[in-house]
Structures are given as C-alpha cells and as structure tokens.
C-alpha cells in the first residue's frame, strides 16, 4: 500500500469516512437496485451498470492532494460512484433523465463533460450528476457514458496517470484522435439503430397491409408474420382433431428450414401455406385421430407443412429427416422417425399424385 | 407405472417406467415436483423403461421443462423410443426439448 501523509485536518476527514462507511455501503447497494429497477422499468438495456465505494486509499490519496478544499467528508461527492455505461448515445440522456426522476441531482456539482469541449477538441465524453436519494443521505456520483466512451477513458486513464513521465503532446493529440473517431463511431450506431428501428415499422406494416411479396424473409420478418397468426387457422383445424389444447412455442426454429426450401419473401410463405394446408391438414389427420393426443404445440402446423412440401418435392426420408435434423439437432433417430412419418405419409393423395 | 429420482454427477436423474398415461399422470405429478424446485442442476428424464406416453404425460413433461429452463437449466430426456419419439414429433414438440 503506497504510504500517504495526512495533515491532522485530512486525518481528521479519513476518520469522518470510516465512521460514514457502513452508511455508504448500503447507499451504493440502494443506489444501485433503484436505478437497475427503473432501467429495467423503462425497457432500457446497458451494457453494465458499476457501482463501488471509494477505497479508504483511494480517498485517502485524494485528500493528501487537495484535503484543504473539503470542510467535512460530505464535501466529497464520490465516496459513492455509480457508472452506466450504454451501448447508444442517446441511452446517456435516457438514463440521465431517470436518473433525474428517481434521485435529486445537486446541479452545482453535475457536469456534462460533452458540453465542455471546444468545438474543435476531443476528449473525454461523459455525464456526471451528483445525486441524493430522495429519502435523504449522503452524496454520490452518477456517471452515465457509452461503451465506447469507456474504452477511451479507461486507456486514457490507465496511460496518462500511471506513468511519472508527463505525456508528451503529440501522444496527447492521438488520444485526442481517437476520441473525435469514436464520437463519430458512436453517431454512426446511433444513427444505425434509428434506420434499422424504422426500416422494421416498414416491414410490419408492409406484413400488415398483406403486401407480404414486398417483405423479405429474415428473423424479424418470419416473426412478425408469425404474430400476425397467420398459422392458426390450420393450427386449430389439426387441433380440432382431438379436441386439443394448443400449447404456445416458438416456431422460429423453423426458419432455417422453410429458408432452405428457396423461400425468399412472406409471400413465399403465404403461397407455402395455401398449397400446401389442406394436404397438411390430411397428413396430421391420419397421425393425430387414431390416438388420444389432445396437447399440440403450436408449430404443428408448420411443421406438418413443412412435412408435405418436402414429400411432394421428392425429399421423401432424407427430406423429412433434415427437417427433424434441423428444428432439433442433429441425431440417427431422426432417420427412424422420418422413416415412420414417411410409411404413414404414403396413403395420402398427395403422395399417390407424386408417384 | 414406476418413477425412481436419482442424483447422478450432479445431475437430477428421474427414471420413468411403464406407461405413462392419465391413470398414471397424478403419481408421476407428485414425483416430478421435486425436480421443478431444482435449481442449479440439469434434469434428465430417463425414458429407457418407458413404454408409452400420453398427453398427460406430454403435459407432466411440459410443466418439468416450464418450471426449470427458465432458471438456466437444461432438461434432457434420455433414452426415449421411437414410438414415444413419434408422440414427441406427431404433437410438434420435438423441438422443445433436448434429446439424449
């Protein structure tokens, strides 16, 4: 531990910290859960949330060099620190603006470092806010930044201060480089976030309107067709078979494979459905209505259309086996269940017409 | 119908045998409770003596695996046939969980 001289008046505020700690501790844990709860509350998701008190060496290396201007412990503003750190930009004014709805922010001491800089300086871009909990207690420091903003103030931090050797200014300029490239790193993701939230409002209402040729299938579209329910009309109908419950699951795993049979848009899959429905229907009626199964999922559906194009494009138990293989991994039983879903497949009409 | 809980390497190990099917359904539902309040182990549902499988035993299956994964666990059925295989696959549920 790096031995530190304290005049009696710094002595005397290290005492005021030992006296405070078991208080911190506990501000930092309720700090902390309020801020967690209300992010969580607002939808708003960060990379990481920080916080800690400030280490009796820590505070005692502050007030060994600047101990004069602090009249009593409650003059330091970060015996409590608490960090966020967000992956956009606009997150910061996010969780600052909760921040200002769950705490009360001493505007004296806040500090916006963005708005600091010269319009031609780079450097280091973070919100700081001195808060209180509302109930009272003592100060604590809020700094709200990007992820990027991190990375740049954490090397800095780490090169500029550790060294005795004073950074040279050409060194300094880099650092200052790399901050206005990162700011410019972060905009771009902003402005990425923006275009990629309005090109799916695009595709939902394309999906709504039923111009499903125009959308091109991927993870967001498949899914906001499936919240469309577009498959429950032939869900309930199979359900019907048995009077059975229908038991929500994801249907996303079968995306790879409605993909691997050259689907390109919801149209694709719209006309997969209407060709191929009825004989699906047929298919899992011969399988469901000789027994008492009345739990289905409810990719069912899917999964029997999926069966009925593969059998009516020659797939047979290879075809049905990839299926299988691919919504559930692949395994040797698969070839065994294909091999019974292909026998019992055989009587249908659709598979006469094939042959 | 039979259910025996074992522990093997950390893991919660229920051993099905028989058939599974309503009549069987409320015993089965009181063995599986214990391993609904696991938490921190894997599950594996041991069907290699399992004969058949209804829908409420599909339902007892469905509830072990509602009640764990959202925990971070995995439930395994191990040692299934292939006719309980093909209940899995006829009611779509074959995706929904891990074979061994």
């Not at chain 1, 909990?133 to 903003?149: D, I, N, S, V, Y």
Request: proline residues 2%.
């Amino acid at each position: 531990m790096k031995k530190v001289n304290l005049d009696q008046h710094g002595e005397a505020l290290l005492q005021q910290y030992r006296d405070l700690r078991p208080t911190l501790e506990q501000l930092s844990q309720q700090a902390y859960d309020l801020l967690r709860q209300a992010l969580a509350e607002q939808g708003i998701y960060v990379t990481a949330i920080e916080h800690r008190v400030k280490t009796e060496q820590s505070l005692a290396g502050k007030l060994e060099l600047k101990g004069a201007k602090y009249k009593s412990i409650d003059d330091v503003t970060d015996l409590v620190g608490m960090r966020v750190i967000t992956f956009y930009t606009d997150d910061v004014d996010k969780v600052a603006v909760i921040a200002k709805r769950i705490f009360d922010i001493d505007w004296q001491e806040s500090v916006d470092k963005r708005k600091l800089h010269q319009l031609d300086a780079f450097g280091y871009n973070s919100l700081h806010y001195i808060c209180r909990l509302k109930t009272g207690g003592p100060r604590f420091e809020l700094q709200m930044r990007t992820a990027l903003q991190h990375v740049w103030s954490t090397i800095e931090h780490d090169t500029g201060y550790k060294g005795v050797v004073k950074i040279p200014r050409k060194y300094k300029r880099q650092f200052s480089r790399l901050a206005g490239m990162l700011e410019l790193i972060d905009d771009e993701f902003s402005r990425l976030r923006q275009e990629l939230t309005d090109y799916r409002r695009q595709i939902q209402s394309l999906v709504k309107s039923g111009q499903l040729d125009e959308v091109p299938l991927s993870l967001e579209s498949f899914r906001d067709f499936i919240e469309q329910n577009h498959f429950d009309y032939l869900n309930k109908r199979i359900a019907a078979v048995n009077q059975a419950e229908i038991y929500p699951v994801s249907m996303m795993p079968f995306l790879p494979v409605l993909e691997s049979f050259g689907m390109e848009t919801l149209g694709d899959v719209q006309r997969f459905m209407e060709e191929n429905g009825e004989d699906a229907y047929q298919l899992a009626l011969t399988q469901l209505a000789v027994t008492d199964l009345d739990i289905l999922s409810s990719s069912t559906a899917l999964q029997y259309l999926c069966m009925v194009y593969v059998l009516k494009h020659d797939g047979g138990r290879e075809g049905l086996r990839f299926i299988f293989d691919t919504i559930n991994g692949e395994s040797e039983a698969n070839g065994v269940l294909a091999e019974m879903m292909l026998e019992q497949a055989e009587t249908l009409p659709f598979m006469q017409k094939n042959q | 119908m039979n259910t025996t809980l074992k522990e093997e390497n950390n893991e919660l190990v229920m051993y099905f045998e028989g058939r599974l099917d309503t009549a069987a359904a409320p015993e089965a539902e009181k063995a599986v409770a214990p391993l609904k309040e696991s938490a921190g182990r894997n599950i594996i549902l041991d069907c290699s003596q399992l004969e058949y499988i209804s829908s409420a035993g599909l339902r007892i299956f469905l509830s072990v695996l509602k009640s764990v994964k959202p925990k971070g666990d995995h439930v395994y059925v191990r040692g299934i046939s292939d006719s309980v295989r093909a209940v899995f696959a006829m009611t779509g549920f074959i995706n929904l969980f891990e074979f061994k």
